[in-house]
Nanobody, 126 residues
Framework: QAQVVESGGGLVQAGGSLRLSCAAS????????MGWFRQAPGKEREFVAT????????KYSESAKGRFTISRDNAKNTLYLQMDSLKPEDTAVYYC???????????????????WGQGTQVTVSS
C-alpha cells in the first residue's frame, strides 16, 4: 500500500524559512510525479508545486513562484518543499501527494494525484 507522510511544519515569523519533507513508501517513488498542495482555514485546497519523476521539470503556483522550491531525492524516496520569505498568507496545512499513474509528467490537478498524506501545519506569524 502506497503511503506518503509529511513532516517539517511549524511556527515561523514572517520572512523566515521552513523545509517540508514527504517520505514515500509502498511503491517505486521515482516512477511518479509528486506535488504539494495547501489548505488554509475556510478555503479550498490549492496547488502549490509539482515535480516530474526525474526532478527535471517543476511548476509552481503564482504565489509560490520565486519563494518556494520543490525537489526530490529518489534514492531516499523523499520529496521536499523549501519555503523562503514566508508570509502570513502562507499559513495552511500542507499536503504531499503522489501521482496516480507513471504516465503523468507534472500536473496541477488534484484529481491526478492518487495518494495523499495527512498534512503538516505551517503557521506564519506577522
Amino acid at each position: 500500500q502506497a503511503q506518503v507522510v509529511e513532516s517539517g511544519g511549524g511556527l515561523v515569523q514572517a520572512g523566515g524559512s521552513l523545509r517540508l519533507s514527504c517520505a514515500a513508501s509502498g511503491r517505486t517513488f521515482s516512477m511518479y510525479a509528486m506535488g504539494w498542495f495547501r489548505q488554509a482555514p475556510g478555503k479550498e485546497r490549492e496547488f502549490v508545486a509539482t515535480i516530474s519523476k526525474s526532478g527535471g521539470t517543476t511548476k509552481y503556483s503564482e504565489s509560490a513562484k520565486g519563494r518556494f522550491t520543490i525537489s526530490r531525492d529518489n534514492a531516499k524516496n523523499t520529496l521536499y518543499l523549501q519555503m523562503d520569505s514566508l508570509k502570513p498568507e502562507d499559513t495552511a496545512v500542507y499536503y504531499c501527494a503522489a501521482g496516480r499513474t507513471p504516465a503523468l509528467v507534472i500536473t496541477t490537478r488534484e484529481g491526478d494525484y492518487g495518494y495523499w498524506g495527512q498534512g503538516t501545519q505551517v503557521t506564519v506569524s506577522s
